[in-house]
Every structure is written in structure tokens, then in C-alpha cells.
């Protein structure tokens, strides 16, 4: 079900009020985790690269 001028950040935003509220809207997963692997693949990528670049 679409409602127009309602997107993914807007639902966002919702639920993100409401997980104070109802335990069903909270996240599974933890953001600064997800940040914290994200960060760790970008530097594994940078030094991969980087072996990868002849002189």
C-alpha cells in the first residue's frame, strides 16, 4: 500500500519516535555496529586497493 508523500524516510522517522514506545518498532540490528563494520570494510577495500595500484 503506497500513500503519496509517504516514503522510506518518513516511515523512518515514525518509527524511530515510536521504538520508544512499542518493542515490535525497534531496530534489529544496533547503527553504530553497522557503522563500525561498514567503516572497517571501507579500510580493508582502501588497502586492497592500494596493493592492487603498480608503481
Known amino acids: ?5 509517504v516514503g522510506p524516510v518518513t516511515v523512518n522517522i515514525f518509527l524511530g519516535e515510536l521504538r520508544r514506545l512499542w518493542e515490535s518498532a525497534a ?5 553504530p555496529d553497522f557503522e563500525a563494520a561498514l567503516v572497517k570494510f571501507a579500510i580493508e ?8 595500484i603498480p608503481d
Open 1 to 5: 500500500m503506497d500513500f503519496k508523500g
Open 27 to 31: 531496530l534489529q540490528n544496533q547503527f
Open 45 to 52: 577495500q582502501r588497502r586492497k586497493k592500494k596493493r592492487q
